[in-house]
């Protein structure tokens, strides 16, 4: 059932003398932010369209928050090719903690922390998740991929 995922891969690929590769957390956490915020300028444009009074986006903003760890976490994991667990919820940790200081900053006070922390448990681990997924992307790809060509290339062809 499990055959051909990775969870860990202990094997020191390219020279690697580090355990966490720096270029793969930015690359999360950029995409991260700039996911939610794609979806939260979304959300903007339509109330600048649409003329209500009143606008409850609470759940939306949540799952634009929550698609953001996803998907940050899955390029962390994608971009680094090994650990992918850990570089998704250093990932998610950082981008948790960024939504933090923008919601910080954007309403004076927090309404309740222990809402706020049990949020930033699903963010970290739909961000570990994410890292899961991304290192085994690039897997199912290739294999797909070969797959392919090898039928291509032991295709019989018919003379013209």
């Given at each position: 059932m499990f055959k051909g995922i990775t969870f860990v891969s202990w094997s020191r690929r390219e020279g690697q003398a580090g355990l966490?590769?720096?270029?793969?957390?930015?690359?999360?956490?950029?995409?991260?932010?700039?996911?939610?915020?794609?979806i939260c300028?979304?959300?903007?444009?339509?109330?600048?369209?649409?003329?209500?009074?009143?606008?409850h986006f609470n759940a939306f903003v949540m799952a634009a928050i929550w698609l953001g760890?996803?998907?940050?976490?899955a390029v962390g994991g994608r971009t680094s090719g090994n650990l992918g667990w850990l570089h998704?919820?250093?990932?998610?940790?950082?981008y948790y903690?960024?939504?933090?200081?923008?919601?910080?900053?954007?309403?004076?006070?927090?309404s309740v922390l222990s809402?706020?922390?049990a949020q930033g448990l699903v963010v970290v681990t739909l961000s570990t998740a994410g890292g899961v997924v991304g290192v085994n992307i690039p897997a199912a790809w290739r294999n797909s991929h070969i797959?392919?060509?090898?039928?291509?290339?032991?295709?019989?062809?018919?003379?013209v």
């Open positions: 966490l590769k720096l270029g793969a957390l930015w690359s999360g956490i950029v995409w991260a932010l700039a996911s939610a915020a794609f300028v979304g959300l903007l444009l339509w109330v600048f369209m649409t003329a209500r009074e009143v606008y760890a996803l998907v940050g976490g998704g919820m250093v990932v998610g940790f950082i903690l960024a939504v933090m200081l923008l919601s910080a900053l954007w309403s004076p006070g927090l809402l706020w922390l797959s392919r060509s090898r039928d291509r290339l032991h295709r019989k062809r018919f003379p």
